[in-house]
């Protein structure tokens, strides 16, 4: 259903001022008008409906008595951008969303829909006062209500996670066992051996391996296709595959979509204390938070990107050290006499 229909399905033919018949539940939530100051009550609600099912909050709609009044110009003027900025660096996974307005005869009505999040739990990454946000607090939309998750919601998402594991697991092996299993080989990087389907094992030359390794086609993780599937090399050992063979599906704008200025504009602390704190915890050259992007054609100058982790992992560096006052300052300086050497 588009969401301009589930809007208009809620209104039905309801005048202005008159009452809605839906009342709020576990997908629904009415605001008589959007306020900025509110955003953290928004996000934590948004939260709550990526953990269940996701949904709607309707601005424009009092909930008690519930009439239609018509949503405000703060809704129109409001900016999206730094929404979604407050949102990622308020709760991981991403939670995705949109919003809009819908026109009436008398009024209109605007609304802000959650998807559901495809990895659960949204969890909080730091601490958020007004709305009493801790981090690695999990909300959940119970009926009318956005709350803190209870043990029943969080087993069956962990439940639900383990059976989609499962799943990726069983269709996993039914694509071997429909193929020829005598020419499935395995490629050991550590002590480089190939195991043969016939029962000889052979070493070679790391070297080697590397060349073959290169032309050959791999499994990346989360991406096994059993419809499409091509023939594939298992590599196991300790092999860093984006450092040792290039790897086409990486987009460093996606992967990697923060410069240093923007991972200071979402932690709210000055570029250089985020240079510091990227010296102090030796997050260049780890590739779970950095990659260095070549910014011209002949890749001569290079520019630092950093992930979606590095940015988790600072927001939780610096709200475990939230109370302790010397902390950062301390590690300026710290950093400030390194590079003074």
Not at 4 to 18: G, M, P, Q, R, W
Not at 35 to 49: E, G, L, N, Q, R
Not at 315 to 325: C, G, H, L, M, Q
Request: charged share 30%; proline share 3%; no cysteine.
């Amino acid at each position: 259903m588009k969401h301009a229909d589930f809007v208009k399905n809620i209104i039905e033919s309801t005048k202005l001022f008159e009452r809605v018949k839906s009342r709020e539940r576990n997908d629904l939530e009415y605001k008589e008008s959007f306020v900025v100051k509110s955003i953290y009550k928004y996000a934590k609600t948004m939260a709550a409906f990526a953990n269940n099912r996701g949904g709607y909050i309707l601005f424009g709609i009092k909930d008690n008595p519930r009439e239609v009044v018509g949503v405000n110009k703060n809704f129109e003027d409001f900016q999206q951008e730094k929404f979604t900025e407050i949102l990622n660096a308020l709760f991981s996974p991403e939670i995705e969303w949109e919003s809009g307005i819908v026109e009436f005869d008398q009024f209109k009505i605007g609304y802000v829909y959650t998807n559901e999040a495809e990895n659960k739990p949204v969890i909080a990454l730091k601490n958020e006062s007004s709305e009493k946000i801790n981090s690695g607090d999990v909300f959940y939309r119970y009926r009318a209500r956005s709350e803190k998750i209870k043990y029943p919601e969080m087993k069956k998402m962990i439940d639900d996670l383990l059976y989609r594991e499962r799943k990726r697991l069983l269709i996993l092996m039914e694509a071997i066992q429909k193929n020829d299993t005598t020419n499935l080989g395995i490629v050991n990087y550590n002590n480089g051996r190939f195991s043969t389907p016939y029962g000889s094992d052979v070493t070679v030359d790391k070297k080697l391996i590397i060349k073959v390794l290169r032309k050959a086609k791999y499994i990346k993780s989360g991406q096994f296709d059993e419809i499409n599937g091509m023939p594939a090399i298992r590599v196991t050992g300790n092999i860093d595959l984006a450092e040792e063979i290039p790897v086409p599906d990486i987009e460093p704008d996606i992967q990697y979509p923060y410069l240093q200025k923007n991972l200071a504009e979402k932690l709210n602390i000055k570029s250089y204390e985020v240079q510091s704190l990227i010296w102090y915890y030796k997050m260049k050259g780890i590739k779970k938070y950095h990659m260095e992007v070549s910014s011209t054609a002949s890749g001569n100058s290079k520019v630092n990107k950093y992930s979606d982790i590095a940015l988790q992992f600072l927001a939780e560096r610096i709200n475990e050290n939230k109370e302790n006052d010397n902390w950062l300052d301390s590690i300026k300086r710290e950093y400030k006499e390194r590079i003074s050497e």
